[in-house]
């Protein structure tokens, strides 16, 4: 007997069994790095037609999943890409902020969702009833393909960023903890892309 590795539409079937319309996979990108937006990607796949090799975007490669975002816009129902600013996660804190771009991303969508598969273990009020999935850009192909998109999505914003704040690295380290941005915060101080409330900024701006 063979055993399926990596995400499959599984979760899919099951919830639009109990839900009767089509399902959206949710995950988000950046709720981690020191500086940017924390992005969401929300996406509804077509059964009939899945691009090959959609995976947890940690899994793949920078080519790949650059590759994989053209072919799940192209081929998806539709799909979507919300983010929450760096002042909204110090007003809201990070996690308030991760539900506002998933909140958006799923709004977004053209199709209107019956349910949503999201990644992790949090209730977030979303526009439609929700499932909750541990490690779900593993388990379920809608997560991995949101996955995918909010990555992409970020990293190419983070790219803008190191554009308008020379200096610091961002497109590089994506704003996340590294020893040249730790450096670069010792030498130029924090600037308006960081997140003022992070501990490490903070105490950088209390110097």
């Known amino acids: 007997m063979s055993v399926a590795t990596g995400p499959t539409l599984s979760l899919e079937v099951l919830l639009i069994e109990s839900h009767g319309g089509p399902v959206c996979g ?3 990108a950046g709720r981690g790095p ?4 924390v992005s ?17 975007s940690k899994a793949l490669s920078h080519a790949r999943r650059e590759q994989l ?30 539900g506002l771009a998933m909140h958006r991303a799923v709004s977004g969508l053209a199709t209107v969702p019956s349910a949503a598969l999201v990644d992790g273990n949090y209730q977030f009020k979303l526009p439609c009833p929700i499932r909750t999935v541990v490690r779900g850009d593993s388990l379920s192909l809608s ?4 996955s995918i998109l909010a990555k992409t999505a970020r990293d190419r914003l983070m790219v803008e960023l190191d554009a308008q ?22 030498a130029l101080g924090p600037c308006a892309a960081h997140r003022q409330t992070w501990a490490p900024i ?6």
């Open 26 to 28: 949710v995950d988000e």
């Open 34 to 37: 020191w500086a940017g937006p």
């Open 40 to 56: 969401a990607g929300a996406v509804i796949l077509n059964p009939d037609d899945l691009p090959d090799g959609i995976n947890d």
């Open 69 to 98: 975002e053209i072919e799940i816009k192209a081929r998806a129902i539709c799909w979507a890409v919300g983010f929450a600013s760096v002042e909204e996660i110090d007003t809201l804190n990070i996690l308030q902020a991760t």
């Open 143 to 146: 997560i991995a393909a949101a």
């Open 165 to 186: 704040y020379p200096g610091y690295g961002f497109a590089g380290h994506k704003g996340y903890h590294a020893t040249s941005h730790v450096a670069a915060l010792k």
């Open 202 to 207: 903070r105490a950088l701006l209390e110097i």
